[in-house]
């Protein structure tokens, strides 16, 4: 079965640095797009960064030019590099991997992770 394994969430301070890592079994990693999500509690879900099965990646505005979504095939591993990090960062960070269609990533995603926590303090 598929299974998705986040990892490297931690408490850091502003400004500091974390990468969270996504270990992917049980589906073919190489075709299908991933993503990172978070959620905060009393908010809703959102998409932070995605990467598609051609490596173009996608970054919600609030994280452009401080994160950094990468895969690698060969280890079916996702990563996920979160520099400059701010209190409004602090939720829970999913992995999850989607069908893409005609080369580009759709909405629905079918398998996700656990979760790992990101705790960002002033």
């Known amino acids: 079965q598929a299974q998705l394994v986040e990892s490297g969430g931690a408490s850091v301070q502003a400004g500091g640095s974390l990468r969270l890592s996504c270990a992917a079994s049980?589906?073919?990693?190489?075709?299908?797009?991933m993503g990172w999500f978070r959620q905060a509690p009393g908010k809703e879900r959102e998409r932070v960064a995605i990467?598609?099965?051609?490596?173009?990646?996608w970054y919600a505005d609030f994280v452009k030019g401080r994160f950094t979504i990468a895969r690698d095939n060969a280890k079916n591993t996702l990563y996920l590099q979160m520099n400059s990090l701010k209190p409004e960062d602090t939720a829970m960070y999913y992995c999850?991997?989607?069908?893409?269609?005609?080369?580009?990533?759709?909405?629905?995603?079918?398998?996700w992770g656990q979760g790992t926590q990101v705790t960002v303090s002033s």
């Open positions: 999850a991997a989607g069908n893409v269609r005609g080369g580009s990533c759709l909405r629905v995603y079918n398998y």
């Open positions: 049980g589906y073919s990693y190489s075709t299908h797009c």
């Open positions: 990467i598609g099965t051609d490596f173009a990646t």
